[in-house]
């Protein structure tokens, strides 16, 4: 069991605006991966339109099959890129022909190349983007020249590593609060015990251990044994060997792992949200399982997607409700939480993009 680090709750100072500098601040959002797009809707040749924190990007995806991301419209004279064609690793736009490479450069400026040479032109803004669990990930100030080695990890499950994986995507949906308000639900024991009750009926209220592993993962592990009060709670815990099986760690404030179901059959979703450019949140779910073969692990894998989509999609219908409609405020009530208080605390202090002004700033109290 992790053990709880207290140290990081501490007093949490407010902006100018009486609101926290990140977390549930709609002007900012923590730097790190964000989901982009399933990676199987975009093929060779393919362009895509990302609305990405304000900022007009194209994703496309080259003839080698490799994928970019740039500024969506052309410098000359403005003409979307959506409507030109890929050639081998570059666009060309379909207005004049000017030819952009996926980190941003211009190499052709075809008809206007006397008047105006290709290195002349200033280089277009790109963003670092990889693959990963069926999903394009795009980096938040990550240039697409910069190397992976370069910048902080995709989110990745420890327990499944060294395992081929097979990963199923859910469709994307929009809730009208900030994404971290989102992902601190799950770690807010008074929560779980009010509206998920018939999780903490199992197991009595949740009780968490949470641990800095790094400053951009927190990890959470509840640590309440199975109440062994009838046939099925005694069941439950030989089931779970004790513990009802519940863990979460957070990537980048952006980010959820979570880990549940028994031993016996383990099941994993990523939890995957970015703010879009009227303040509200668009979030999807990918659920993730170590790759069996023959037709009885491949059952079993289907078992596993199957159940994890299907336990997270009942618990998130019941949090929408809230989510849609809610106005947060953080005060000393809030503050009594210290699992969901620690995880105000990670993300506060996250490096993060000021949306206004498009800098890079940091949290440091």
């Known amino acids: 069991m992790l053990g709880p680090d207290l ?41 895509r339109e990302l609305d990405f924190l304000g900022e007009d990007l194209l994703l496309y995806r080259s003839e080698s099959g490799k994928v970019y991301c740039i500024q969506a419209y052309c410098p000359h004279m403005g003409a979307n890129l959506k ?40 280089r277009r803004k790109s963003h670092l983007v990889a693959e990963k669990f069926g999903m394009i990930w795009i980096h938040t100030h990550a240039d697409s020249e910069s190397s992976l080695d370069a910048v902080d990890p995709l989110p990745d499950f420890p327990a499944l590593s060294g395992f081929e994986v097979t990963a199923r ?37 949740l009780r968490f251990d949470f ?25 439950m815990h030989r089931l779970y060997r004790g513990v009802l099986r519940y863990g979460v760690t957070y990537w980048y404030g952006s980010t959820a792992l979570a880990e549940l179901g028994p031993p016996i059959l383990p099941l994993y979703s990523l939890f995957c949200y970015r703010p879009t450019r009227d303040g ?38 019941e949090d929408a409700v809230i989510q849609n409609s809610i106005r947060f405020q953080y005060g000393p009530y809030a503050s009594g939480n210290a699992p969901f208080a620690a995880f105000v605390r990670y993300v506060e202090e996250q490096p993060y993009i000021d949306l206004a002004t498009r800098e890079v700033r940091s949290c440091i109290r």
């Open 211 to 235: 641990q800095r592993i790094s400053p951009t993962v927190i990890r959470y592990e509840n640590k309440a044994e199975i109440k062994t009060t009838n046939v099925k709670s005694r069941f």
């Open 280 to 317: 509200r949140t668009e979030g999807l779910n990918i659920y993730v399982t170590k790759a069996r073969r023959g037709p009885i692990g491949k059952l079993i894998s289907f078992i596993a997607l199957y159940l994890t989509r299907k336990i997270l999609r009942n618990g998130g219908s």
């Open 7 to 47: 140290r990081w709750i501490g007093n949490l100072r407010m902006n100018a605006g009486g609101s926290l500098q990140i977390f549930a601040n709609p002007g900012s959002v923590a730097c790190g991966w964000y989901w982009a797009l399933p990676s199987a809707e975009l093929r060779k040749g393919g362009k």
């Open 83 to 122: 409507e030109g064609r890929v050639e081998g690793e570059s666009l060309r736009c379909a207005f004049h022909g000017w030819k952009h490479s996926g980190s941003g450069r211009c190499v052709s400026t075809a008809c206007s190349s006397e008047k105006v040479p290709a290195n002349s032109v200033a």
């Open 169 to 205: 995507v859910d469709e994307s949906e929009i809730r009208n609060c900030h994404p971290t308000l989102i992902l601190g639900g799950g770690v807010d024991e008074e929560h779980f015990s009010y509206v998920h009750s018939q999780t903490t009926d199992i197991s009595g209220p």
